[in-house]
C-alpha cells in the first residue's frame, strides 16, 4: 500500500477482486430472470399475430404496432390515419403521472425537510408513521379511497355536516380523484429520498449564507435545493414512472372515461378477448418511454456534475 501511495496510485487494495465475479452472480442471475427475460418474451409477443380465442400464433408481423399508431378503418382496407385514440390515452397518462409527481413533490419536500431537521431520537418515529399506511395492500387502499371520496362517503357527509356545501362533490370518475389516487399511492416515495438528500445537508452552509446577508428564499434556491437535487430527482424519477404505468388507481377511482395506459395493457391480457400482441406492443412502447425519461435525466444529472467538477 506504502509503494502504490508512493507511486501516486490508490492506496485501496480490492481484497475481493478474485471473487468479485461469483459475488455478483446471485444479482446478475434475478436480474437476468425476473427482469430481462420477461421484457425479452414481450418483446417477442409484441411481433406476433393474435389468436382468435386469445393468446398468439407465431406469425411475426408489425399488427400489433400498425394497431396501436396507424387507423386503417374498421375492415382494415383503408388508407392509414393516425390512431388518437391510443395517442390521447398515452398523452393522458404523462400528464396524469405528472401531476400526481408534482403534487407528491409540493407536499413531499416541506414534509421530508419537516422529519430531517427533528432530532435524531424522533426521526425514526416520524419514518415510520409516513410508512406504516403503505404496509396494506395497494388494493385495498384505493378501494378504501374510492369509499372515502364517494358521493355518499364520509368526505363529502363531513363537507355536507360543516355546512361548506350544501349538495354532494362527485369526484370519483374524475381527474381529479386519479391524481389524488396516485398521489396517495406513491408519495412516500417522494419523501424517503429527499429525506435522505437533506438529512445528509450540511446546515453550515444555511448558516454562510445567513450571515451573507442571503434570504430564506435566495438561501433554499441557490443552497439547499441544489445540494439536495440528486434526492428530489430520485423521488421524481421513483414517482413518475410507477404513475405512468398504474392501473389500479385509473380503473378505481377514474372510470372508463380517464383511461390511463397501464389500464389498456391490462385490459388486453384479460379473458378470451384480449389481444395479447397488441398489449405487449403497448408495453413494450410504455417501456421505451420510460427509458429516454430515465436516459433525459442520468444526462441531465452527468452535465450538472460535469459543470459543478
Not at 418483446?43 to 393468446?55: A, D, N, P, Q, V
Not at 354532494?168 to 391524481?179: D, E, G, L, S, Y
Not at 385509473?250 to 391480457?269: H, R, T, V
Amino acid at each position: 500500500m506504502a509503494a502504490g501511495a508512493a507511486s501516486g496510485g490508490s492506496a485501496t487494495t480490492d481484497t475481493y477482486k478474485e471473487a468479485r465475479t461469483w459475488l455478483l452472480l446471485p444479482a446478475w442471475l434475478v436480474l437476468l430472470v425476473l427482469s430481462l427475460v420477461p421484457v425479452a418474451i414481450m418483446l417477442i409477443y409484441s411481433f406476433l399475430t393474435k389468436e382468435f380465442r386469445g393468446g398468439v400464433i407465431w406469425d411475426f408481423s408489425f399488427a400489433a404496432y400498425d394497431q396501436f399508431f396507424f387507423d386503417r378503418g374498421l375492415f382494415g382496407d383503408e388508407a392509414p390515419k393516425i390512431e388518437w385514440t391510443y395517442i390521447t390515452i398515452f398523452w393522458r397518462s404523462i400528464w396524469q403521472a405528472g401531476a400526481a409527481t408534482i403534487l407528491s413533490l409540493i407536499i413531499g419536500f416541506p414534509t421530508a425537510y419537516f422529519i430531517a431537521t427533528r432530532s435524531e431520537k424522533v426521526r425514526p418515529m416520524w419514518v415510520f408513521l409516513i410508512t406504516i399506511p403503505y404496509w396494506v395492500n395497494l388494493l385495498i387502499r384505493t378501494v378504501s379511497m374510492k369509499f372515502l371520496l364517494r358521493d355518499q362517503g364520509p368526505l363529502n357527509d363531513f363537507l355536507m355536516w360543516t355546512g361548506l356545501i350544501d349538495s354532494p362533490i362527485h369526484i370519483v370518475n374524475t381527474n381529479f380523484a386519479v391524481q389524488l389516487g396516485l398521489f396517495y399511492s406513491y408519495l412516500p416515495f417522494m419523501v424517503l429520498p429527499i429525506y435522505a438528500a437533506v438529512e445528509r445537508y450540511n446546515f453550515g452552509l444555511s448558516e454562510a449564507a445567513a450571515d451573507l446577508y442571503a434570504t430564506k428564499s435566495q438561501t433554499l434556491r441557490r443552497v439547499l435545493l441544489p445540494a439536495v437535487k440528486p434526492g428530489v430527482i430520485a423521488g421524481c424519477i421513483l414517482v413518475f414512472v410507477p404513475s405512468l404505468g398504474s392501473f389500479l388507481a385509473p380503473d378505481l377511482l377514474g372510470g372508463a372515461k380517464n383511461f390511463m395506459i397501464g389500464s389498456l395493457i391490462e385490459e388486453q391480457f384479460k379473458g378470451n378477448a384480449g389481444n395479447w400482441p397488441f398489449g405487449a406492443a403497448a408495453s413494450m412502447v410504455l417501456l421505451t418511454m420510460v427509458l429516454i425519461i430515465l436516459m433525459i435525466f442520468a444526462r441531465h444529472q452527468a452535465k450538472s456534475e460535469k459543470a459543478e467538477g
